[in-house]
């Protein structure tokens, strides 16, 4: 059974940093390329970083030089550190295999507000 457990949000100001935690289970985490997702009210869920298992990163122009993805495949865990947050940043963030399976973690929100 797949379990996707992320954490990490928070209420921060434009300009800062948040870092979000994602421990994976059910899945064999070292073969697997993961994504962060996220989903903004209103608006689709969109893929924003992805990192493969052997460390390939990708990014969504919206983010790119400001987020970065990485993994610790001793600890099953991937990360999103991300910087000069913006209020267009607002939305729950999941993680998941990309592609991405059917079964979802509950997301940690993250509000970027002054």
């Known amino acids: 059974q797949v379990q996707l457990v992320e954490s990490g949000g928070g209420l921060v100001e434009p300009g800062g940093s948040l870092r979000l935690s994602c421990a994976a289970s059910?899945?064999?985490?070292?073969?697997?390329?993961m994504g962060w997702y996220r989903q903004a009210p209103g608006k689709q869920r969109e893929l924003v970083a992805a990192i493969t298992s052997g460390g390939r990163t990708h990014y969504a122009d919206s983010v790119k030089g400001r987020f970065t993805i990485s993994r610790d495949n001793a600890k099953n865990t991937v990360y999103l550190q991300m910087n000069s947050l913006k209020p267009e940043d607002t939305a729950v963030y999941y993680c998941?295999?990309?592609?991405?399976?059917?079964?979802w973690g509950q997301g940690t929100q993250v509000t970027v507000s002054s």
């Open positions: 998941n295999k990309d592609p991405y399976l059917s079964s």
């Open positions: 059910g899945i064999i985490f070292s073969f697997a390329a």
